[in-house]
C-alpha cells in the first residue's frame, strides 16, 4: 500500500522575495528567489518599479532641456551623466569648449566619482553589517558635496556643465578646498584599511563570492569597476580618451580573480587614482575663459547621430543621440552600465547561500532607477 | 586591433564589401556600421561573439516607413565598436540573438516592450521595464508628444 502515498520531495524548493523594499537592495529592485533550503537554485531580478520614460522624454525637449534628465539616472553620479552628456551633444553640434572650463569638468566629475565609491563602500559594508565604516565615509563624502554645492548649486543631482563649458566659473576657495580635501582623504585611506580591508571577518565575507570572470562579463555585457575586478583593463577614460583624460598619468586598477573582494579593491584603488586625476588637473588648469559665449541655448545640430561612451562610476557609459537637424533630439538612447552589472547576477546568484547573494549584491554597486530610466 | 581586423574580414566575406561603411574620424562613435540583412543577423552576431566582442547596446529607431535597431558591439581594445543596423517593418519579426549574447535576454525584452517587435526564439519574452498589462509601445512616435515623425531618409539621406 506503501506506493499510494506520495513520496516525500527530495527538494523542498520554495520562493523569496528580496525585496522590493530593502536596505540591500539599493533602490527599488525586488529580486525573486528560488531557495532550496539556504541555497539559491534560481534568482530572477524584477526591475522598472522607478520607470520614468527618459528616453521618451527626451524625444519632445530640446537638448538643452533634457539636461536635468541626464543627472537623474544615476544620482550617485550626476555629474558624470551631466558631464557625458554635454560631451555628447558637444561632438554632435561641433561646439568646442575652451581648456579651462575642460579641466573644471573632469575635477568635478572626479570629484563626483570618489563621492559615489564612496557612498558604495559605506553601503556595502552595511549590507554586511558593519554600520561604523558608513559613519566614516559619509563623512568624507559631506565634504565633496559641500565643495560642489558652492560651485554648482546643488548637492545631488548636478546641472553644471553646459554645452560649451560650465556654469560658473571656480575660484581660489574652490581650489582650496579641493587640496585640503585630497590631503584628508588620503589622510583616512589607513583608517579604512584598519578597520576594513584587513578585518577577518570581511575577508571571510567577500573573498571566493560572486565570482565574474572575463568570459561571464563578457557575455553579460559587465562593466567598470565589476570588470576591472575580473582582470580586464578597461576604461574609457583611456580606451577612448574623452576631454583631457590623455593629458593624465593614472593607473587602470585591476583584480585577477573577480571576486567580490576583487571588486572591493578595485573600487578602493579607483579612488585613489582619481585623487591623482584631480590634483593633475589642479596643477595644469589654464586661466582664461570658463564658457564657450557663442553657444545658442537652442542647440541645432547638423543631420545625423553621434554614440558617444565615457566611464561613470559604475562602468561604461554611452549616448546614443540622433538628430534631424532640428533642436530637437529624434532619439535619445542611453547606454547603463547597471543593467549588465545586475543582469549577470541571473547566473552569479546560482548555488550561491542567501547570506552570500547580499555580499554580492552590494559588491557589484547597482543603482537601480538607472536601469529603470 | 586584432579582434576588430578579424571580425571586419569576417563579415566582408559573409556580406561582401558594400556593407560596410567606415568612418576613419570616430565622428559618431563606431569604427564601422554594418548594413545588414535581418536574415544575416545570427550569422553576423556568430561572428562576433567568436572575435571576442560584446553586446553593448540594442536600441531601435522609429521611423514612418521602417523600424531600424542598432547593435552596439565592442571589444576591449580602443576604437573597436561597430554599429549593426537592422531594418524591420513595423508589423515584422526580429531573430533573437540572445542564443549568441546573454546580454541580449533582458536588452531584447526591452526593446520588445518599447518597440512592439517580437524577438523569434526568445525563451523568455515577459516585460522588463513596464507593467505587465502595458498595451502600448511607449518609444514609437504615435505614442505620446514627439516633436517629429520622419522618413528614414529625412534623417540618414
Known amino acids: 500500500m506503501a506506493e499510494q502515498f506520495p513520496q516525500p520531495a527530495q527538494q523542498q524548493l520554495y520562493s523569496l522575495n528580496l525585496g522590493p523594499q530593502h536596505p540591500s537592495t539599493h533602490g527599488v529592485l525586488r529580486v525573486l528567489l528560488t531557495l532550496d533550503g539556504e541555497y539559491i537554485l534560481e534568482a530572477d531580478p524584477i526591475i522598472g518599479y522607478g520607470h520614468r520614460g527618459h528616453e521618451k522624454m527626451g524625444e519632445n525637449r530640446t537638448y538643452l532641456q533634457f539636461m536635468p534628465n541626464a543627472s537623474r539616472m544615476d544620482y550617485l553620479s550626476g555629474l558624470l551623466y551631466n558631464h ?34 564612496l557612498l558604495w563602500f559605506g553601503t556595502f559594508l552595511m549590507d554586511l553589517g558593519a554600520f561604523t565604516p558608513f559613519l566614516y565615509c559619509f563623512d568624507d563624502r559631506e565634504n565633496i558635496l559641500d565643495i560642489l554645492d558652492r560651485v ?12 560649451g563649458g560650465v556654469a560658473r566659473d571656480v575660484d581660489d576657495v574652490f581650489i582650496e578646498q579641493t587640496r585640503a580635501f585630497i590631503k584628508r582623504l588620503r589622510s583616512r585611506w589607513p583608517d579604512y584599511h584598519n578597520l576594513v580591508t584587513k578585518n577577518v571577518i570581511f575577508i571571510h565575507r567577500v573573498r571566493d ?9 563578457r557575455r553579460f555585457g559587465v562593466t567598470g569597476p565589476n570588470l576591472r575586478a575580473a582582470g580586464v583593463a578597461f576604461d574609457m577614460r583611456k580606451v577612448e580618451p574623452y576631454e583631457v583624460y590623455d593629458r593624465f598619468d593614472f593607473e587602470i ?48 545640430p547638423p543631420r545625423g547621430e553621434v554614440y558617444f561612451a565615457f566611464e561613470s562610476a559604475r562602468g561604461q ?26 543582469h549577470c547576477l541571473t547566473e552569479v546568484l546560482k ?18 532607477p538607472e536601469i529603470d530610466r | 586591433m586584432a579582434a576588430k581586423d578579424d571580425a571586419l574580414r569576417r563579415i566582408q566575406e559573409l556580406l561582401g564589401p558594400g556593407a560596410l561603411t567606415a568612418d576613419p574620424d570616430f565622428r559618431a562613435g563606431v569604427s564601422y556600421t554594418v548594413a545588414c540583412p535581418k536574415e544575416s543577423l545570427l550569422a553576423v552576431m556568430e561572428i562576433f561573439n567568436a572575435c571576442g566582442f560584446y553586446l553593448e547596446s540594442l536600441t ?9 535597431f542598432v547593435y552596439h558591439m565592442n571589444a576591449y581594445e580602443p576604437r573597436a565598436r561597430m554599429a549593426v543596423r537592422v531594418l524591420c517593418p513595423h508589423d515584422g519579426e526580429m531573430p533573437s540573438v540572445s542564443g549568441v549574447f546573454a546580454s541580449a535576454l533582458w536588452q531584447e525584452r526591452e526593446a520588445w516592450e518599447f518597440y512592439g517587435v517580437r524577438f523569434s526564439g526568445h525563451p523568455d519574452l515577459r516585460r522588463l521595464l513596464l507593467p505587465d498589462d502595458a498595451d502600448f509601445y511607449p518609444l514609437r512616435k504615435d505614442f505620446g508628444t514627439v516633436h517629429a515623425y520622419r522618413k528614414r531618409e529625412e534623417v540618414y539621406g
Open chain 1, 209 to 217: 563570492v560572486g565570482i565574474i570572470d572575463k568570459d561571464l562579463a
Open chain 1, 317 to 342: 557609459t554611452a549616448y546614443y543621440l540622433v538628430s534631424d537637424g532640428s533642436p530637437y533630439p529624434y532619439r535619445v538612447h542611453v547606454r547603463v552600465p547597471s543593467f549588465g552589472n545586475l
Open chain 1, 152 to 163: 554648482s548649486g546643488s548637492r545631488l543631482t548636478y546641472s553644471y556643465c553646459r554645452f
Open chain 1, 84 to 117: 557625458g552628456f554635454c560631451l555628447a551633444v558637444e561632438k554632435l553640434a561641433g561646439i568646442e569648449p575652451p581648456e579651462r572650463a575642460k579641466y573644471i569638468r573632469v575635477i568635478c566629475a572626479e570629484l563626483n566619482r570618489i563621492s559615489s565609491h
Open chain 1, 351 to 368: 548555488e550561491t547561500l542567501v547570506a552570500d547573494a547580499i555580499a554580492i549584491l552590494g559588491s557589484i554597486d547597482i543603482v537601480v
Open chain 2, 60 to 68: 531601435g529607431l522609429d521611423f514612418q516607413d521602417t523600424l531600424e
Open chain 1, 253 to 300: 586598477p585591476t583584480g585577477s580573480k573577480g571576486d567580490a573582494l576583487d571588486r572591493y579593491r578595485v573600487r578602493l584603488e579607483e579612488m585613489e587614482q582619481s585623487c591623482r586625476i584631480i590634483e593633475q588637473a589642479l596643477d595644469q588648469m589654464p586661466d582664461g575663459p570658463y564658457r564657450q559665449e557663442r553657444v545658442r541655448l537652442k542647440v541645432k
